[in-house]
Each structure stands twice: as structure tokens, then as C-alpha cells.
């Protein structure tokens, strides 16, 4: 249930992811989207981004955001400048990286690795390879192995139109490592395997220790279940309409889809408008 506006500080920083949020199904930030972010910060609120995507993958939004934070990629893998330059990262144990690519293998899924600037993969014709590429705008280098690939490792993704060959994975990935890693799906035919700190929960708990700002003071919107951990400590919690069912329910407020300007909608009513705390 939503909590009356009256009875919640006023926000002072917006956390936002990105896919299924603040760009539309076709990866296009409209003009509407933009104009919220301003509005933002004319009104001298925050506003900062996390993704699964890696930092080169983003770079797209720094210009027409003006974006003046650093990027959470990588889901708080890696925080980048908006210059790209790196601030810090934090890998996968290289222990475990071929360990975790061979329990996505048993689900029959693609693997990716992300390490560093570099998309790492062994088929170019698989699966979502040629969205994807078009999403982040640069190509995946190709290899014949991911053997010896266990250093500086920040994200391991497992791709698969079988969503529930994904979600076992998801499931298996968690108990088997445990607190070793975070495994959460970033879409429902992306599985994301990152260090333990690397989850947009930490990423929401980073930006409020990092610009003084009570957890309170902190909106957070998101479309997937990789998404709930930021929402279950923020002052105010936005689903896109486009979110499941689970994620929703776990969010105090619910925006439009982000195909019907769900990311605008809510800015202007939840934060800015006649929705928001006075």
C-alpha cells in the first residue's frame, strides 16, 4: 500500500536503472524522459543511474542527462565518471569463475564475461549477441575459450530464451556459491553474476553514503527483479508498469510503462508533482 506524500521527507536524490526504465523497449530516451531529468535538477534534487550494463554501455545517456555523478555499472560492479574513467571495481573471486561458468553451462545457457572495457564471448551468433551490441553500442570480442579468463572478471551473464532454464540457474548459481556472489536476472533471459557487494541494493546504500543522504531522501525506479533490493531501502520505490507482478508489489508506487512514459510520469507526479512530499 502507498504511503500518503505528506508522511515522507522530501526526496533530494533519484536512483534509476535503466533498461525497462529510463529508455523505451527500442533503447531510446524520449524528449520527455530528458526533460524530467532537468527538471530534476532545477529543483536541485540528484539524479544518478545503475545498470547491468557495462560503463561504455552508458556512455550513451551522459550527454543528453548531462549526467555530473558517477555510473553504477555492472549493477555496482564498477562505478565509472561519466568521462569513463574508473573509480572503483569489484570482481568476481577468479576461483570461482570457471566454476560459475560451468553451472550456467549445465542450464544449456550462452556465457558472457565482462572484464573491464572488454564483452567477452565464444558465439556471435547466439542469442541476443546482435541486440545487446545494439544496446551498448560496441561489439563483443570473440574467443575460443574462456580458459585462464578468471582475473578482473565483474560480471558473468547467462543468456537463454528458456526463461526457466534462466531462473533455475538464477536459483543454482545462489546456492551453490551463496554469499560469494549476488545472481539476480537483470531481464528475464539475462542471468547476472556479480561480486556480493555488486547489487543495486549496495549501489543505493554507496550513493547515500557518498553525497550524505538519508536512505529516506532517496527515490528509487526499476522494472526488473534485480531491481527490489535498491527498492527495499529507499525512502520512495517506483515500478514501471512494464515491471512483473513480484516487483510491483514490492515497490510503494507504480509508474506507467516505460513505452508510455512511465520514467516522466513518475518524476512529475511521485517526485516533483502532486504525488510527492511537501
Request: aromatic share 6%; glycine share 8%; hydrophobic share 45%.
Amino acid at each position: 500500500m502507498s504511503e500518503p506524500a505528506a508522511d515522507r521527507p522530501r526526496i533530494e536524490l533519484v536512483l534509476a536503472d535503466v533498461d525497462g526504465t529510463l529508455v523505451t523497449s527500442e533503447k531510446r530516451l524520449t524528449e520527455r524522459t530528458v526533460a524530467a531529468v532537468r527538471a530534476l535538477k532545477g529543483a536541485g534534487v540528484k539524479f544518478a543511474v545503475t545498470s547491468g550494463r557495462p560503463p561504455r554501455g552508458m556512455q550513451m545517456l551522459v550527454q543528453p542527462l548531462a549526467l555530473e555523478l558517477p555510473l553504477a555499472a555492472f549493477n555496482g560492479g564498477l562505478f565509472a565518471r561519466p568521462d569513463m574513467s574508473v573509480i572503483e571495481q569489484h570482481s568476481i573471486d577468479a576461483r570461482l569463475v570457471g566454476e560459475i561458468v560451468a553451472l550456467i553451462g549445465e542450464h544449456a545457457l550462452d556465457v558472457w564475461l565482462y572484464r573491464g572495457s572488454d564483452w567477452l564471448l565464444r558465439d556471435v551468433s547466439a542469442a541476443h549477441v546482435a541486440k545487446e551490441a545494439d544496446t551498448v553500442r560496441f561489439a563483443p570480442t570473440v574467443v575460443d575459450s574462456f580458459d585462464g579468463m578468471t582475473e578482473r572478471i565483474a560480471k558473468i551473464v547467462g543468456v537463454g530464451d528458456d526463461l526457466a532454464a534462466v531462473a533455475r540457474a538464477e536459483a543454482d548459481a545462489r546456492r551453490r556459491f551463496g554469499e560469494h556472489v549476488s545472481a539476480a536476472r537483470s531481464q528475464p533471459y539475462y542471468l547476472d553474476v556479480t561480486h556480493p557487494q555488486a547489487n543495486k541494493g549496495a549501489v543505493l546504500r554507496h550513493v547515500s553514503r557518498e553525497h550524505d543522504i538519508p536512505l529516506s531522501r532517496i527515490a528509487t525506479l526499476g522494472d526488473q527483479p534485480n531491481d527490489v533490493l535498491m527498492f527495499e531501502g529507499a525512502g520512495l520505490s517506483i515500478a514501471m508498469g512494464n515491471a512483473g507482478e513480484d516487483v510491483r508489489r514490492a515497490a510503494t508506487q507504480v509508474t506507467a510503462s516505460n513505452d508510455q512514459e512511465g520514467f516522466a510520469l513518475a518524476i512529475e507526479r511521485f517526485v516533483l508533482g502532486a504525488g510527492a512530499p511537501s
